[in-house]
């Protein structure tokens, strides 16, 4: 048995937890059924699980194809009613009552289920509240992620819904273990040394601005909508040497042809300051990038 289905195994009681009984007040209250279904691919992970209040059926789902606190956050059910004009939806993560919003996109599932992607979140502090990290070619904190992963109970949506829910997801320090259990999958299936990066020191990152690397012209305006709800980032394999070995696209919904022009550009003009390891030798990593906002330019300055 591989070290990553030991690891889920163990967290099986932590993922099956009793629910917990809803409240009489308050928005609609959708209480935990089943377990969490884990998805593992080869390029990303997915954690499912069903909730309901007697009468309707709500689905949640977090993804994640990247060893970092953010993951995208998808609901679906037709218990979701979103006011006509709602370009965003907001909601809050209980008990802190920390309240975030997402710019969502929306469509329908093949059996007519409203299906809203809610993008990325941060398991973590509110990156709208708290400052920004000082160096992004910081590592990961996976015990921090655990930590305030623990401390959420429930997801309400309660912004630009005509009647807010509150889903009654438990502790979720077990799910986001098994995400992170599932990652470092990711990393051994990448051709990555997964128990480096859990001690690395440094990231991957580009030398310099990575928006230089890729000609202008090959995304246009209407191409901005093809990037919303975490769609189509791109990975690039990262040599200890600091150079661009393969480039690929995780949930594409650009044009194919306009995907392969910026990895070609990527991969002709990119050039990193490599990853290290717990001893500070450069070591092989992947850097993961939205188009937004690490390869399309800056706006010009007034």
Known sequence: MSRFWVSLAAMAVALNAAPVAAQETGPRVFTRTGSWVLDAG???CQLA???TNGEDQVSLALERNRADNQLRMIVVGNALHPF???????????????????????????DGQGYFNLGTAIIGPNPLTAPPPSDDAAPYNRAAEQEFAAG?????????????IRLETGSLRGAITALQACTDDLLRIWGLDWEKHQT???RAAPAGPAFEWVPSGIVGFQDFAAFGGARNPFRVMVSAEGRPTSCTVHWASLDARKNDEICAAIMENGNFTPALD??????????????????SPPPPER
Do not use: C, K
Not at 88 to 96: D, F, R
Not at 155 to 163: F, H, P, S
Not at 282 to 291: G, H, K, L, R
């Open 152 to 164: 959420i109970t429930a997801i309400e949506l309660n912004e630009g819904l005509t009647e807010s």
């Open 49 to 51: 699980r069903a909730f």
């Open 42 to 44: 080869e390029e990303s």
């Open 200 to 202: 690395m020191t440094r």
């Open 84 to 110: 006509r004009t709602a370009e965003e939806l907001g909601y809050s993560l209980m008990p802190a009552n920390d309240q975030r919003s997402a710019r969502y996109l929306r469509s329908e599932t093949a």
């Open 278 to 295: 717990a001893a500070g030798q450069p070591m092989a990593s992947y850097w993961m990038v939205d188009y937004m906002s690490g390869l």
